[in-house]
């Protein structure tokens, strides 16, 4: 079966560092995404991985290791508007994207 | 304002009713997909159209139809609503061009509750 695997909430302080990790196993690989959802709000594109490797835009990056079915998004300088769900996503073999179930951020004062 | 839209924002429907949830985009977009979103799940993709005049099963298909007859709209049809289709509902689109980084866009979602 095809599995996305996310921890289901994390808390950070204003202006930290945090890492959501994502782990994966599906039928195929033909990338990775993250999604940021607001509260009672539409996901929105954050980012794309399909090397190996990181990809820095602004205060988040993403990174991604395809041996080992792994990839994480570093948020930077955590702002309270960063307190949202993040929801990784595999494109597998057949192009349709398989969503883990999202990353609940808190970010306290 | 390019986008996509959906109606109605929010639904509360008796059991066995049939109800329609519409969805329009203006990107021009190939691609269209409706999803339900429930707590403690990941999204789930119930019908997909690659290209107008097509359609596509997804993951939890049961209970739901859609159509695609023109490039700009995807309705979902559930034709006898039960409560375990009590869910949000988001529609989303994609240029579909082929490449891997097919980001999609999404709606603002349907809040439907089933009675």
């Known amino acids: 079966g095809q599995n996305i695997d996310q921890p289901t909430e994390m808390t950070a302080t204003e202006g930290a560092i945090v890492q959501i990790n994502c782990t994966y196993q599906t039928s195929g690989f033909n990338g990775l995404f993250w999604y940021q959802q607001h509260a009672g709000e539409a996901p929105t594109f954050l980012s794309y991985?399909?090397l190996d490797g990181l990809e820095e835009k602004g205060r988040f990056s993403s990174f991604l290791s395809r041996s080992k079915g792994y990839s994480y998004l570093l948020l930077k300088e955590l702002q309270m508007k960063d307190s949202a769900s993040y929801l990784c996503?595999?494109?597998?073999?057949?192009?349709?994207?398989?969503w883990g179930a999202g990353t609940k951020l808190i970010i306290k004062p | 304002i390019a986008g996509i839209t959906q109606a109605p924002t929010s639904q509360i429907l008796a059991a066995g009713r049939r109800m329609t949830l519409r969805c329009t985009q203006d990107?021009?977009?190939?691609?269209m997909y409706w999803y339900r979103q429930d707590l403690g799940l990941g999204l789930r993709l119930i019908h997909y159209?690659?290209?107008?005049?097509?359609?596509g099963k997804g993951e939890v298909p049961d209970g739901y139809s859609v159509s695609r007859a023109n490039t700009d709209d995807f309705p979902l049809t559930l034709a006898s609503a039960v409560p375990s289709q009590t869910s949000v509902y988001f529609c989303a689109s994609s240029a579909a061009s082929g490449r891997g980084n097919d980001e999609q866009f999404f709606g603002p979602g349907t809040r439907l509750t089933v009675l």
């Open positions: 159209s690659n290209t107008a005049g097509t359609t």
């Open positions: 991985n399909v």
């Open positions: 990107m021009r977009h190939n691609a």
């Open positions: 996503a595999v494109l597998d073999s057949n192009y349709q994207l398989i």
